[in-house]
């Protein structure tokens, strides 16, 4: 069993957002890279996954579709643990151009199951995951929570809108995780970190696809009103605002 | 030409989220001078499918199979592009909520045709065809130019109002013939929530964070939820300390909500807790540190102890509810 997991770059979740070239761009300087926060997760639980001699994993590979400068995005998920890594030397122009690159390496590489993250935190697109699985016609399982196997056959739980389900799909499919799917992030030890130097990484050039999205402009959310503060011994004024100025209760 | 919406049941009953749809894709609609044509998969009777037209839907497809009670993403996607081709619909509305996620990008490389997600008001311009939509976790919004002939929008929940536009729709049964290879779903066992306000529905929400201090502490904002009619939420920590369940924990990576009240108790207003909440319509913040960053985006704040502020607020919604 082979484990892909993809890994999209994002600014560090505490970034100020600040645009350039007339708002039509993200200013990129001073900007900390970071792993997504879902990619990191499923990563983590592909390890655990691979760790678990009962589940019959033999290697987790990460993918990525960017250009050279986010290589240290790959070295550190190979310093976590991952075996091996793609880049697709390309700038990910949107969803529909990064998920056609995906399913490229995908039909010339066999894997059996895929990770995607159920969002990157900068496009928020939600999409990626769900298209690779429609390149390659295969099942998909999308806002996945818990994932494990039994006797080679994925068990997997997935969230809807209103509790939870187990299913079942036959491999290769794609898992499009969210929170629970593992505890806490696995975080890259020193051994990693020397290991990672020599993992290979392996270079792939992209396919001609023409992006169906752009972004052309970027704002600010609209700035809110200042806080009215109300005297912590009067909680009758607060839910009178709420109820005759806010009209939400 | 039409807009095509996809609407969600649960129980034979329409969740509101619908009808936010029919009334955003009636938005569209009116823009591009076109119908609104309404899908609707399960057992559903009429007189519920017939309250869609309240909204603006000139038409409603009724669609039963057995072979779609499991979502499974392959079906609904080769039904939905059928049904889109058949209708030649341009436009097509899906929620941004989790079976929403699963179907649009499906049927985007059915058809070849763009997604603008989450999106939380109508087309900003119909020529280029470009929407609004959220980006960097609500940090963000961004104008987005779809460029193929067909677009897909995922709304995102309780951005758009409800819209009564009544209109004389009709219904269309439809038994299709679904090509049964493509199902690979085997549900193996369901976990309803039963009971409870889903977290993701709720026009009011009451959190709690680091500041309930411990699990034991949580009663009186128990009560203040049951008492608003709200649901119950949490910051990241006190779902990973175990205090509350991990359904409520909101933010970046948990839930996304944007309910008309949002009650933060205790919680510090981390970037990271903003990406969940930030889309609420008002929020309301009991802090002990006047200097907590939740100040900056509530509208309305009590500087306090949350242990003293908390049963005295459930007092006073108890006298007004009298
Ligand atoms: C990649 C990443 C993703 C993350 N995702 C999320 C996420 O999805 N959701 C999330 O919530 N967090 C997330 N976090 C964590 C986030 O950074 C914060 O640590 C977290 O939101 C803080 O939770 P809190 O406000 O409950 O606790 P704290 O920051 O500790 O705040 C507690 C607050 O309670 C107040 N307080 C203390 N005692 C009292 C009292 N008696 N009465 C009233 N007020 C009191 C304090 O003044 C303080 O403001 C994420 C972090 C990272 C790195």
Same mark, same amino acid.
């Given at each position: 069993m082979k484990i892909l997991v993809c890994i999209s770059n994002v600014p560090d979740t505490t970034t100020k957002i600040k645009f350039a070239e007339g708002n039509t761009s993200?200013? @990129?300087?001073?900007i900390q890279w970071v792993i997504n926060p879902w990619d990191e997760l499923s990563l983590t639980r592909a390890l655990e996954l691979k760790d678990d @001699? @009962?589940?019959?994993?033999?290697s987790v590979t990460v993918i990525h579709v960017g250009?050279?400068?986010?290589e240290p995005t790959i070295r550190k998920a190979l310093a976590i643990g991952a075996d091996d890594a793609i880049r697709v030397?390309?700038?990910?122009?949107?969803a529909w151009f990064v998920a056609s690159q995906i399913a490229e390496v995908i039909k010339k590489e066999q894997f059996d199951v895929i990770m995607c993250g159920i969002?990157?935190?900068?496009?928020?697109?939600?999409?990626v995951g769900g298209m690779i699985s429609e390149f390659l016609g295969i099942p998909s399982v999308s806002a996945v929570s818990g994932i494990k196997f039994e006797n080679g056959q994925p068990i997997i739980i997935r969230e809807i809108d209103g509790g939870k389900e187990v299913v079942s799909v036959p491999v290769p499919f794609v898992a499009i995780v969210q929170k629970g799917i593992a505890k806490e992030p696995r975080i890259a030890a020193m051994r990693g970190i020397m290991m990672a130097r020599s993992k290979p990484v392996k270079l792939v050039e992209p396919v001609q696809v023409d992006p169906l999205t752009q972004i052309v402009e970027f704002e600010k959310p609209t700035p809110r009103a200042a806080c009215k503060f109300i005297d912590a011994d009067s909680p009758a004024l607060l839910l009178d605002l709420l109820q005759n100025e806010a009209k939400v209760i | 030409m039409s807009v095509l919406v996809y609407t969600e049941n649960w129980d034979g009953k329409f969740k509101k989220l619908s009808f936010e749809l029919v009334s955003y894709a009636t938005g569209v609609a009116k823009m591009l001078n076109t119908t609104v044509t309404a899908v609707s998969i399960g057992k559903v009777d009429e007189n519920e499918l017939i309250r869609l037209g309240n909204y603006g839907a000139n038409k409603i497809i009724n669609v039963n199979s057995? /072979? &779609?009670?499991? &979502?499974?993403s392959q079906v609904y996607a080769s039904l939905l592009s059928e049904i889109v081709r058949k209708e030649n619909a341009s436009v097509i509305i899906i929620s941004n909520n989790n079976t929403g996620k699963s179907i649009a990008p499906r049927l985007s490389v059915r058809l070849k045709a763009g997604v603008g997600s989450?999106?939380?008001?109508?087309?900003?311009? &119909? +020529? *280029?065809f470009t929407v609004y939509k959220r980006t960097y976790s609500g940090n963000a919004f961004a104008h987005l130019v779809i460029k193929s002939d067909i677009k897909i929008l995922t709304l995102a929940q309780n951005s758009f109002d409800l819209i009564e536009t009544p209109s004389n729709a009709t219904i269309e049964n439809m038994n299709p013939e679904i090509?049964? =290879?493509? &199902?690979?779903t085997v549900i193996k066992d369901i976990r309803k929530q039963s009971g409870t306000i889903l977290l993701t529905d709720a026009d009011i929400v009451v959190s709690g964070g680091r500041?309930? /201090? =411990?699990?034991? +502490?949580?009663g009186p904002l128990v009560e203040l939820a049951k008492l608003l009619g709200a649901a119950t939420a949490c910051s990241r920590p006190v779902s990973d300390e175990g205090?509350? *369940?991990?359904?409520?924990h909101t933010g970046q990576t948990g839930k996304i909500i944007a309910p008309n009240l949002y009650i933060a108790v205790g919680? =510090?207003?981390?970037t990271q807790h903003l990406?969940?909440? =930030? $889309? $609420?319509?008002y929020i309301v913040a009991i802090n $002990?540190?006047?200097?907590?960053?939740?100040f900056e985006v509530a509208q309305y704040g009590i500087i306090g102890d949350a242990m003293k502020v908390l049963p005295k607020l459930v007092e006073a919604v108890k006298e007004i509810k009298k």
């Open positions: 993200v200013d @990129t300087t001073g @001699t @009962t589940t019959g994993v033999k250009p050279a400068a986010s030397n390309a700038v990910s122009s949107d969002e990157s935190s900068d496009y928020n697109g939600s999409i | 057995d /072979k &779609l009670t499991v &979502l499974d989450g999106v939380s008001r109508l087309p900003l311009n &119909l +020529n *280029p090509d049964g =290879s493509l &199902l690979k500041g309930m /201090k =411990s699990a034991d +502490n949580w205090w509350r *369940p991990h359904e409520e919680i =510090s207003g981390a990406a969940g909440i =930030s $889309s $609420s319509k $002990s540190d006047k200097n907590a960053p939740i």
